[in-house]
């Protein structure tokens, strides 16, 4: 079974600093990531995905995230975040082809100081 | 609206009971999934169903547990006899029936059991 390990539960950056998150995976095989981001009184929506070419991949609001296939890691940037970017990270691992679950990591919250 | 509903959003009752939430997928989509998230963790994977056909349940759903989706469209879930250890974030999420494509998540039922 697959399983998702999320560095940094709790992260507190002033506006303009950069942004990287951790997460790493544990699958034996091809997998389909995600990162997910949940704003204060919202629900989940997705901010970007990884199923296949391009390990460089990127989402809304200016976020990218790089799958390194030999560090099994999905890394989530921002060269420079604002206040608005405070929320919650999840990322999300799916082992690929048919269905297949997905296996969320605890989340890392994100509090973006002014 | 386009996107998944769920109803009730909150929900408070008395150990013991049952209650019943319901989730209505976004209309083209034939896989619809069940999760359940608690304070500083990831949504958990509780359930799936490809169209009507209830085709994995995870571990964690003890048999006080019973989803349904009679017609391939909402679906529901009721939890019999609830525990405070029930008291969660359940969240139903939804996507089309090829590959490639992401879970689109609603609000979540906020449950309390007291």
């Known amino acids: 079974a697959q399983s998702v390990s999320q560095h940094n539960h709790h992260v507190i950056l002033s506006e303009a600093a950069s942004l990287e998150l951790g997460c790493n995976y544990s699958?034996?095989?091809?997998?389909?990531l995600f990162w997910y981001v949940q704003y204060p009184g919202q629900h989940l929506q997705l901010l970007l995905k990884?199923?296949?070419?391009?390990?460089l991949v990127k989402g809304i609001k200016g976020f990218e995230a790089e799958f390194i296939k030999s560090k099994f890691s999905f890394n989530l940037r921002k060269p420079s975040v604002q206040w608005s970017d405070t929320a919650e990270y999840f990322c999300?691992?799916?082992?690929?082809?048919?269905?297949?679950?997905?296996?969320f990591g605890i989340g890392t919250k994100l509090q973006v100081i002014p | 609206d386009t996107g998944v509903s769920q109803d009730p959003r909150h929900k408070i009752t008395k150990r013991g009971q049952n209650v019943t939430f319901r989730c209505d997928p976004i209309?083209?989509?034939?896989?619809l999934y069940w999760y359940r998230q608690t304070l500083g963790q990831g949504p958990e994977f509780l359930t799936y169903?490809?169209?009507?056909?209830?085709?994995?349940k995870s571990r964690l759903l003890s048999d006080r547990f019973s989803a349904e989706r009679p017609k391939g469209s909402f679906s529901t879930l009721e939890i019999q006899r609830t525990e405070q250890g029930d008291s969660a974030m359940y969240l139903c999420?939804?996507?089309?029936?090829?590959?490639?494509?992401?879970?689109?998540f609603g609000p979540g039922t906020r449950l309390t059991v007291t």
């Open positions: 999420a939804s996507s089309p029936g090829q590959d490639g494509y992401e879970q689109y």
């Open positions: 699958y034996g095989g091809t997998v389909n």
């Open positions: 990884y199923f296949s070419g391009d390990p």
């Open positions: 999300a691992v799916k082992p690929s082809g048919g269905y297949q679950k997905v296996t």
């Open positions: 209309s083209e989509h034939n896989r």
């Open positions: 169903f490809q169209n009507e056909a209830q085709l994995e």
